[in-house]
Every structure is written in structure tokens, then in C-alpha cells.
């Protein structure tokens, strides 16, 4: 069975960062897509930022509200993905979950939870000010 298994959260101050880890066994992180999203308290599940892995090379996405602080990269060998997270705020606060799955090279897909069918269950990470 595919298993996804995510740490590395905890609680930090505004400004500071954080990295997660999810360590996947069997087939999953040879899937087309692989992502980071997060669920902050009372709202929906939101895409972070994913990778899709292309014939030719690998592209990877971001939201709009990480860009330029949050990193995702991956370690095929170790059957690794990561999310390097800086600059951090108390609005990064949620429950991060990683996922794989098989999605369209589109942000707004890759982005989308509908297309990942393995998952985590997450870790929290908790930012205050």
C-alpha cells in the first residue's frame, strides 16, 4: 500500500522557518504530481505548492500567498519531498499535508487537491506573532 508520512512541523515565531519531510513508500512518490497543502483552521484545503514531474524535465507551483517564501523540492533517491518554509507568518498556520497523484502540468491543477489520491495526515505547524 502507498504510504505517506509528513514531520518536521512545530510552533515558530513570525519571521522564522521550518522544513517538512514526507517520506513515502511503495509507488507513490513516482506519481506525475506531488504536493504540499495546508488547512488552516475552519477553512477548506488549500494547494501550497506541488511539483509536476514531466517527461523532460520537472516543473514546479506555488500559491500566490507563499511565492518567494516556501520552496518544495524532492529526493527521488530517498523517496523524499520537501517543503522549505521561511519568512513565515501567523496566517501559514494549518495542518500541512503531502499528496500524490496524477494531475495536468497547469498550476491551477497541480495546485488543485481533486487530482491527488494518496495522502498524508499531516503535520502542524503553528506561527505566532
Known amino acids: 500500500a502507498q504510504q505517506l508520512v509528513e514531520s518536521g512541523g512545530g510552533s515558530v515565531q513570525a519571521g522564522g522557518s521550518l522544513r517538512l519531510s514526507c517520506a513515502a513508500s511503495?509507488?507513490?512518490?513516482?506519481?506525475?504530481?506531488v504536493g504540499w497543502f495546508r488547512q488552516p483552521p475552519g477553512t477548506e484545503r488549500e494547494g501550497v505548492a506541488a511539483?509536476?514531474?514531466?517527461?523532460?524535465?520537472?516543473?514546479?507551483y506555488y500559491d500566490d500567498s507563499v511565492t518567494g517564501r516556501f520552496a518544495i523540492s524532492q529526493d527521488k533517491a530517498k523517496n523524499t519531498l520537501y517543503l522549505q518554509m521561511n519568512s513565515l507568518k501567523p496566517e501559514d498556520t494549518a495542518m500541512y499535508y503531502c499528496a500524490a497523484g496524477e494531475c495536468w502540468n497547469s498550476a491551477a491543477r497541480a495546485l488543485d487537491d481533486a487530482y491527488y489520491k494518496s495522502w498524508g495526515r499531516g503535520t502542524q505547524v503553528t506561527v505566532s506573532s
Open positions: 511539483i509536476y514531474r514531466g517527461d523532460a524535465a520537472d516543473y514546479t
Open positions: 511503495g509507488n507513490t512518490i513516482s506519481s506525475r504530481c
